[in-house]
């Protein structure tokens, strides 16, 4: 079973940068398909970027477009979240997953809380 353990979070001011990194455990890492979710206060968690399993192809949530950039380093077991032009909004606590289409497939881990001051 692969465990996740997300880092990087912090207090920015809006229009800083942040990034975010995933780290999972197990051998099966490059077979999956990864994603970045997010948890506003009082807010059902929502999808905001996924990666292939080879990094090829990518997705993003509307709203973060031109602005977050997925990636992943299959060697070291690692997805990221690039954020740039952080805005307000973004505050939420920030989870990784992999991912069957759009639906989260793993136990989810504690997730890295990003907050930006206006």
């Known amino acids: 079973q692969v465990q996740l353990v997300e880092s990087g979070g912090g207090l920015v001011q809006a229009g800083g940068s942040l990034r975010l990194s995933c780290a999972a455990s197990?051998?099966?890492?490059?077979?999956?398909?990864m994603a970045w979710f997010r948890q506003a206060p009082g807010k059902e968690r929502e999808f905001v970027a996924t990666?292939?399993?080879?990094?090829?192809?990518?997705y993003y949530l509307d709203s973060v477009k031109g602005r977050f950039t997925i990636s992943r380093d299959n060697a070291k077991n690692t997805v990221y979240l690039q954020m740039n032009s952080l805005k307000p909004e973004d505050t939420a606590v920030y989870y990784c997953n992999a991912v069957s289409g759009a639906t989260p497939i793993l136990h989810w881990g504690q997730g890295t809380q990003v907050a930006v001051s206006s």
């Open positions: 990666i292939n399993w080879s990094g090829v192809s990518t």
């Open positions: 197990g051998r099966t890492f490059s077979n999956y398909a």
